[in-house]
Structure formats: structure tokens, C-alpha cells
């Protein structure tokens, strides 16, 4: 049975720092990329960054609206990617969310900015707030 759990949100003020952790069980973690997404309330959910198969920070894609402040990091050993997000603004309040993408749309490196139809299963995300 796949799973995927989200942890580590939380609140906390402009400029702080969270880092989310995706763990996940059931599958290859190793054959699959790993896709974040986030979702503020009253928006569509959307795609915030993506990382490749390999273990470590490489073959990595983010939105334009975090580049620069958020690192995605996947430890294969642990079966666990990461999002380490810095200098956080208001407008990243949201629920995040790990997703693996369906067998036929993985990519060993990432491409582009990932989209829902892509990703088959989901974790039940974890709350971002940013406020002071």
C-alpha cells in the first residue's frame, strides 16, 4: 500500500524558516520523482517544486514565486524527500502536499514545474501558515 506523509508545518512569522519532510512507503521510492505541491484557500492547488530520482538535491525544478528561497532534497536511504523553505512570505500559507507522479510520467530528472494530472498518489498534507 503506498503512503505518503507529510510533516513539519506549522506557524510561523515573515522571514522564518520551515522545512517539510514527505515520507513514503509501498513503492520504488528510488524509480520515482517527487512532486510538492500547495494549495492556499480559495485557490487551485499548484505545483511548487519537483526532484528527481537521484538521492541528494539534483535534477531539482521550482516555481518562479519560491525560486531561491525553497530546496527540495530526497534521501533515498530514508525513503524521504524534503522541503526546506526559507525567508517565507505571507503568500506561502497554504497545505502542502508530496505526490509521486503515475508510472508513465516519471522523470529521472525534472523538466518542469509539476501539475496535478501527472501525479497519481498523494499524501494529506501538512498546514503552512506565515503570519506575524
Known amino acids: 500500500q503506498v503512503q505518503l506523509v507529510e510533516s513539519g508545518g506549522g506557524l510561523v512569522q515573515p522571514g522564518g524558516s520551515l522545512r517539510l519532510s514527505c515520507t513514503t512507503s509501498?513503492?520504488?521510492?528510488?524509480?520515482?520523482?517527487i512532486g510538492w505541491f500547495r494549495q492556499a484557500p480559495g485557490k487551485e492547488r499548484e505545483g511548487v517544486s519537483c526532484?528527481?530520482?537521484?538521492?541528494?538535491?539534483?535534477?531539482?525544478i521550482y516555481t518562479d514565486s519560491v525560486k531561491g528561497r525553497f530546496t527540495v532534497t530526497r534521501d533515498n536511504a530514508k525513503n524521504t524527500v524534503y522541503l526546506q523553505m526559507n525567508s517565507l512570505k505571507p503568500e506561502d500559507t497554504a497545505v502542502y502536499y508530496c505526490?509521486?507522479?503515475?508510472?508513465?510520467?516519471?522523470?529521472?530528472?525534472?523538466?518542469?514545474?509539476?501539475?496535478?494530472?501527472?501525479?497519481?498518489?498523494w499524501g494529506q498534507g501538512t498546514q503552512v501558515t506565515v503570519s506575524s
Open positions: 526532484i528527481g530520482t537521484s538521492d541528494g538535491d539534483t535534477g531539482t
Open positions: 505526490a509521486v507522479p503515475f508510472i508513465t510520467k516519471v522523470q529521472d530528472v525534472c523538466v518542469a514545474v509539476p501539475t496535478i494530472v501527472e501525479y497519481d498518489w
Open positions: 509501498g513503492f520504488t521510492f528510488d524509480y520515482y520523482n
